[in-house]
Nanobody, 122 residues
Framework: QVQLVESGGGLVQAGGSLRLSCAAS????????MGWFRQAPGKEREFVAA????????YYVDSVKGRFTISRDNAKNAVYMQMNSLKPEDTAVYYC???????????????WGQGTQVTVSS
């Protein structure tokens, strides 16, 4: 089992920045690829970004490329997402998740956090 706890969400004006954190405990964190997903009101949960177990590869959904950066610190059992130039359409609950595969597919992620709310005002 891997337990994941997100933090860092909040209310920010459009154009602002937030840094999300996800703290992991349980089984060896460095064994897993990590991803960030989000779910906006009335919409399905969608992939945002992923990072390979060693941090050597990252992947982003097109809508956040150049604005969001995913990173990880295996020594601290943590994954982060720096979000810059935020837009109202980024408003959602953000979830971190762990997978045995470097993937954007939700079904490949086996452990999930409880989510953190990000609200971007216009």
């Amino acid at each position: 089992q891997v337990q994941l706890v997100e933090s860092g969400g909040g209310l920010v004006q459009a154009g602002g920045s937030l840094r999300l954190s996800c703290a992991a405990s349980g089984r060896t964190f460095s064994n897993y690829a990590m991803g960030w997903f989000r779910q906006a009101p009335g919409k399905e949960r969608e992939f945002v970004a992923a990072i390979r177990w060693d941090g050597g590869r990252t992947y982003y959904v097109d809508s956040v490329k150049g604005r969001f950066t995913i990173s990880r610190d295996n020594a601290k059992n943590a994954v982060y997402m720096q979000m810059n130039s935020l837009k109202p359409e980024d408003t959602a609950v953000y979830y971190c998740a762990a997978s045995n595969s470097f993937s954007s597919a939700q079904w490949e992620y086996i452990y999930w956090g409880q989510g953190t709310q990000v609200t971007v005002s216009s």
